[in-house]
């Protein structure tokens, strides 16, 4: 059992020009090449979180709506939580996505317009439980494999374009 509570509901919830205003991460960490199946001796390979959508076939990267008691990191960080069982260092905004969703729409944003704030979320901690748990796995892939299951457009893009292109600049300082 979890002792901490996904918040729910839409009264908190920020809009911005009829978008919803969503905060989301791409969870990381390093792999020895030989930990992953990987033979080309390259050291460390990275692998990024991805979890089980609730409403269909294909991954996702946590994300939720951003609340009005707190910053866009702040909602970024507790997504992490809420929806993939992750603690770490929230690291650098790998941009701004917008998308339509089709089960969010409201009479604040009615055509289902959202705009995410996606970061890079170097994990330091996987949790045992946490609020989603019975709705959604988690899984570790490495940036090809995350690329083939991405579920959304929009995350496909967050990852090679963001999270990639963050990664080949800055990222791999963190690599010990």
């Known amino acids: ?9 839409r009264l908190q919830q920020r809009y911005e020009n009829g978008c919803r205003l969503v905060a989301g991460c791409i969870p990381f960490r390093y792999r ?5 199946g990987d033979d080309s001796d390259c050291g460390k390979v990275v692998q990024v979180l991805m979890i089980s959508s609730s409403g269909g076939p294909g991954l996702l990267f946590p994300k939720g709506g951003w609340e009005n008691d707190e910053t866009v990191r702040e909602a970024a960080a507790r997504e992490a939580v809420e929806e993939a069982g992750v603690r770490g260092i929230l690291l ?7 998308f339509k969703s089709k089960t969010h729409q409201d009479e604040f944003c009615p055509e289902g317009l959202c705009k995410a704030s996606m970061y890079a979320l170097y994990v330091k901690e996987e949790l ?4 989603e748990q019975e709705m959604r796995s988690r899984t570790w892939l490495t940036i090809p494999e ?15 374009e963001g999270f990639c292109k963050w990664h080949q600049d800055k990222g791999h300082e963190l690599i010990q």
């Open 1 to 9: 059992m979890c002792d901490l509570i996904a918040r729910t509901g």
């Open 32 to 36: 020895n090449s030989e930990e992953v």
């Open 92 to 98: 650098d905004l790998l941009g701004e996505y917008e």
């Open 128 to 131: 045992d439980s946490w609020p």
């Open 146 to 160: 995350a690329v083939e299951n991405c579920r959304h457009a929009w995350m496909k893009c967050a990852l090679e």
